[in-house]
């Protein structure tokens, strides 16, 4: 008698777990559920319970304003891989649906934080930006060290003084002054003559 309620016992306890062994669930995922990543994985892993099947298994994966960021799942056993393709930082939602063995749809979701975006456009380079500047093209680094030299250049020893009055034009007017002098003196000198001239006439009448 005792061993007919131990076996009794012990068939009532697994009964119950025949259909619950049957149900498929979600055991793990990388990244966990709840995570900040600072880094975007490659792909997205989900572990489950028992093996899923290709045919009814969804899986998807949403990012900040619903963009999609999933590709084609990859299964391998109990272990399904969803290449990432993440988008701008924020908050990213793995959902997935499947059927156990026993036909009862398992649905759940997985939620991590890219903390880090993605990066800018790789047309806008720094590169194209820089060349894009006029102030650091060539021709403009040119006229800009060649527009000082211009000054000096027009202001040549002998062409000019330090006070910008030309040259040539101090030497033509200390020149007309010395002329004018010289023939002063020499008007001076004739008069001087014709006046010793005059008294001498004059002594001799």
Do not use: C
């Not at 009532?12 to 793990?28: D, E, R």
């Not at 995570?35 to 319970?49: D, G, H, N, W």
């Not at 500047?133 to 060649?146: E, K």
């Not at 040549?156 to 910008?164: V, Y």
């Amino acid at each position: 008698m005792p061993v007919v309620l131990g076996v009794a016992f012990g068939v009532s306890f697994l009964v119950p777990a025949t259909p619950a062994a049957a149900h498929n669930q979600l055991t793990g995922s990388n990244p966990r559920d709840g995570a900040r990543v600072a880094t975007a994985p490659a792909r997205v892993e989900l572990r489950f319970l028992a093996k899923p099947s290709p045919t009814t298994t969804k899986i998807t994966i949403t990012g900040p304003d619903n963009v999609v960021a999933g590709g084609t799942p990859a299964f391998d056993g109990s272990r399904v891989r969803v290449p990432f393709k993440p988008a701008a930082a924020g908050l990213y939602i793995v959902g997935y649906q499947l059927a156990s063995s026993d036909g009862h749809p398992v649905k759940g979701e997985v939620r991590f934080t890219l903390t880090t975006g993605t990066a800018a456009d790789p047309s806008a380079s720094p590169s194209a930006a820089a060349s894009t500047n006029p102030a650091d093209s060539p021709s403009a680094g040119a006229s800009a060290v060649g527009a000082p030299s211009s000054g000096p250049a027009s202001a040549t020893p002998g062409n000019s003084t330090a006070s910008g009055v030309p040259a040539a034009s101090e030497r033509s007017d200390s020149g007309g002054r010395w002329w004018f002098w010289a023939l002063g003196g020499l008007l001076l000198l004739a008069a001087l003559g014709a006046g010793l001239v005059f008294r001498r006439q004059r002594r001799v009448r």
